[in-house]
């Protein structure tokens, strides 16, 4: 199966997950952010999420389509609340990581 067809599916998962009131929004957020596609709808549907769920892949999955969307600072206040246990994930740990990094980087050139 070619790639557009696999990003329709996931797509399409996500829409009969709204129509019957399942939770998905997350792991579609995830997906736009992960493939830079749809990143506004990725920021929003991480945010319904976490209306509902106040767990630490919401807290993650907002954190990465808040850095996805250029919204740094944002981004870094929920990778803490995502990585506040310890928990080893390796996504929380790439996602606040890559966070971190880009504040780094951006903290040295504004310095320069």
Known sequence: ??????????????????????????DLALFYAD???KLTEALELARKELEVRHDIY???????????????????????KATRFGTRDSMLLFHAGMIAKRLDSNSRRKRN
């Open 58 to 80: 919401t807290w993650d999955a907002l954190a990465w389509a808040l850095y996805k969307n250029g919204k740094l600072a944002d981004a870094a206040k929920a990778s803490e």
């Open 35 to 37: 493939h830079d596609m």
């Open 1 to 26: 199966m070619n790639a557009q067809k696999q990003y329709a599916l996931v797509e399409y998962i996500g829409l009969l997950g709204h129509i019957n009131q399942v939770l998905h929004n997350r």
